[in-house]
């Protein structure tokens, strides 16, 4: 194989103790909160992977001091508003970059061009246009609302924006623009999604109020505000702590504790559902850590049985199903996952994906417009050769599957895991796992 591929395959028992990468989804909100903020903020454990990477040097682009001061020690140093780039706007593969960036940028009175990756370029940006829209801000992009896309802001008006899908990131757009929109804004989410700009918001001194109603959460954030820099800690990102922690349950043996993992329990259905499943985890030294719970999570090697999970979960762990196909692949009988539509629209079609390369490590499972069913038993074949589409977490998640599978596995474009968990198989060999 060429280096283009990595080969996951069986070995002895995972053990250790890791940390997991600094979120994703607060590192992103890190750099661009304190970029629109005035004066000097610190960031400690920021995800220094492709995607953040983008966002950093879009704030620089947008005239923001951006300092590198050592490992995930970062310093912005805002002036409470964006300059006008020179040049196009690049963010990468990063869905979460852009749309923040577009809500961010709309605020300002300023014309920005947009791209991203063949990825990004496919995936809809409608969803935050058109709230945008309703505010005040102007485009010209491709067909369907696609980057790449010059948008014009400044001069906006209030909202009140009833998210059609249960989107953090048009949630956030809206209300990084409502920052700077004449009257504030209202959004209000039917399904209840991360809260990281909310918490954050507060954290860089913005009054936001938080009320639950029958209509969901209503999210006000009231206008004529500004933003002071702040400090910011990052905790480990849940996301990516997933990949040890099921690589644990399906090796016999294994026992890995990922230390500093967050604990939001709008980012955590996972655990929720690998306990239904029968996972041996143990959860310790809960604490606070800037705004945020924390904890040390263990999981032990488990015999799983299938579940079906709850649709309503699925806002709080969206981004885990393709890990939590692989741990079904491991569970007696079927797991049922619906509801999850939104897969589709990620870096990926990931319901596509996840049915296509387990179906070739022989797995049963069976594909639904917005679900997938995944039947397992205690072996897996494995012997697949996986197409991942440049999806990280499609990578991950075949490789944690060779770790157990009776043949090796091997995936294909392994080099975008480092969009969001860099060191990914350095870390994996460290707890014994063969990936070459
Ligand atoms: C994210 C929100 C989710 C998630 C993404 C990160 C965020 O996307 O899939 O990886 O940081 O707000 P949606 O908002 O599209 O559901």
Excluded at 36 to 61: C, S
Excluded at 179 to 190: S, T, Y
Excluded at 249 to 263: A, D, R, W, Y
Excluded at 418 to 432: I, Q
Aim: aromatic residues 4%; hydrophobic residues 40%.
């Amino acid at each position: 194989m060429t280096a283009a591929h990595l080969t996951a395959r069986r070995a002895g028992p995972l053990k250790g103790v890791v940390r997991a990468p600094g979120d994703k989804s607060i590192s992103h909100r890190a750099l661009i909160l304190g970029a629109m903020a005035t004066g000097v903020t610190e960031i400690e454990g920021l995800l220094e992977g492709d995607d953040v990477k983008r966002t950093a040097a879009a704030m620089a682009a947008f005239g923001v001091g951006v300092e590198r001061l050592g490992e995930g020690r970062w310093r912005v140093t805002g002036k409470g508003g964006f300059t006008e780039p020179a040049d196009v706007v690049d963010c990468g593969n990063a869905g979460t970059g852009v749309r923040l960036i577009m809500g961010a940028a709309a605020g300002f009175p300023l014309c920005t061009t947009f791209t991203g990756d063949a990825s990004l370029r496919g995936r809809p940006m409608n969803r935050v246009l058109k709230p945008l829209g309703q505010m005040g801000a102007t485009w010209i992009c491709r067909e369907g609302g696609r980057l790449p896309l010059t948008l014009r802001g400044g001069a906006l008006k209030p909202v009140a924006y009833r998210l059609p899908e249960p989107s953090a990131q048009v949630k956030s757009a809206v209300l990084l623009a409502g920052l700077n929109a004449d009257g504030g804004v209202e959004v209000i989410e039917p399904e209840a999604t991360r809260d990281h700009t909310e918490r954050m918001l507060r954290g860089f001194g913005a009054q936001v109020e938080v009320t639950a109603s029958g209509a969901g959460r209503r999210i006000v954030l009231p206008g004529g505000q500004s933003l002071r820099g702040a400090s910011v800690h990052v905790p480990g990102d849940p996301s990516s702590a997933a990949f040890p922690l099921v690589a644990a349950l399906i090796t016999p043996g294994s026992e890995v504790t990922v230390e500093g993992m967050l604990m939001n329990g709008l980012r955590i259905g996972l655990l929720d559902t690998l306990g239904d499943m029968g996972a041996d985890l143990a959860v310790t030294n809960l604490r606070d850590e800037g705004g945020e719970a924390t904890a040390d999570v263990t999981a032990r090697y488990s015999e799983l049985v299938g579940v079906e999970v709850p649709p309503e979960r699925a806002p709080s762990m969206i981004d885990e199903y393709p890990i939590l196909a692989v741990a079904a692949a491991f569970a007696r009988g079927p797991t049922v996952m619906r509801g999850i539509g939104e897969m589709r629209v990620k870096e990926s079609d990931r319901i596509s994906l996840m049915a296509r390369g387990l179906a070739a490590c022989g797995v049963e499972v069976e594909e639904e417009p917005e679900g997938l069913i995944v039947t397992g038993g205690s072996s897996v074949r494995g012997g697949g050769l996986v197409t991942t589409h440049g999806d990280h977490r499609i990578a991950m998640s075949h490789l944690v599957l060779g770790l157990a599978s009776e043949a090796s596995v091997i995936v294909d474009e392994p080099g975008m895991i480092a969009t969001s968990f860099p060191g990914f198989v350095e870390l994996m060999r460290g707890l014994g796992a063969e990936i070459s």
